[in-house]
Every structure is written in C-alpha cells, then in structure tokens.
C-alpha cells in the first residue's frame, strides 16, 4: 500500500495561483487511481478532482472545472494539483488520495472510492 504526503499549499490572494503536489511511496504507483479532495472548516470533505491509472481518465468538482488541473508522474510517483484563479472560497485542507485498481481507467469522486489519504495541505485564499 502507498502512503502520501501532499505539499505546496499556502497562504494567497485571489486570483493567485498555486500547484499541490502529492508524494507517494512504493513501486506499484502507477497501479493506483487517485484523487484530490478538501475540507472547509465546518464542512464535510468533498471531491475535487481525480486521474486514472493511465491519466487518460480525468474528472472535476463542477466548481473547479476549467480552473483546477490534476496531472500525475508514474516515474517520479508524483500526483499534481494545479489550481488557478483562485477564489476564497477555494480555502481548505487539501488532500490526495489513493485506490489500487485493475482496470487502467477507473477513476473515483466519493469518498468511499479511496482506503489511502495522506495528511492535507492547508491552502488560503484572502480576497
């Protein structure tokens, strides 16, 4: 099993840019699905994006759709949030996360879709 540990969040203003990233141990990377979700204080974590195996397969939160891009490195076992135009609304502990799959396009946006989640990133957009 990959264990996970993101970086790259921080304090910005809106309209700023920030890029996530998500470290994941172990050789069998490229055999995992994964997923950034987030949690707003006083609010239940909800799903922001995912990518397949493969990254052929991609999905987006419709509230981050055209503003957030998920990209992965299976060689350099590496998972990507690139999150633009930042809005504060956009402020919350980011997470990734992992689920081993056999089929190279599976992609998941629950909760329940994951049993692998590293620690969270904070990020905080100001206005």
């Known amino acids: 099993q990959v264990q996970l540990v993101e970086s790259g969040g921080g304090l910005v203003q809106a309209g700023d840019s920030l890029r996530l990233s998500c470290a994941a141990s172990g050789r069998t990377f490229s055999r995992y699905f994964m997923g950034w979700f987030r949690q707003a204080p006083g609010k239940e974590r909800e799903f922001v994006a995912t990518?397949?195996?493969?990254?052929?397969?991609?999905v987006y939160a419709h509230s981050v759709k055209g503003r957030f891009t998920i990209s992965r490195d299976n060689v350099k076992n590496m998972v990507y949030l690139q999150m633009n135009s930042l809005k504060p609304e956009d402020t919350a502990l980011y997470y990734c996360?992992?689920?081993?799959?056999?089929?190279?396009?599976?992609?998941?946006?629950?909760?329940?879709?994951?049993?692998?989640w590293g620690q969270g990133t904070q990020v905080t957009v100001s206005s």
């Open positions: 990518i397949s195996r493969s990254g052929s397969s991609l």
């Open positions: 996360s992992a689920q081993q799959s056999v089929s190279s396009l599976q992609i998941g946006i629950t909760l329940d879709d994951y049993d692998t």
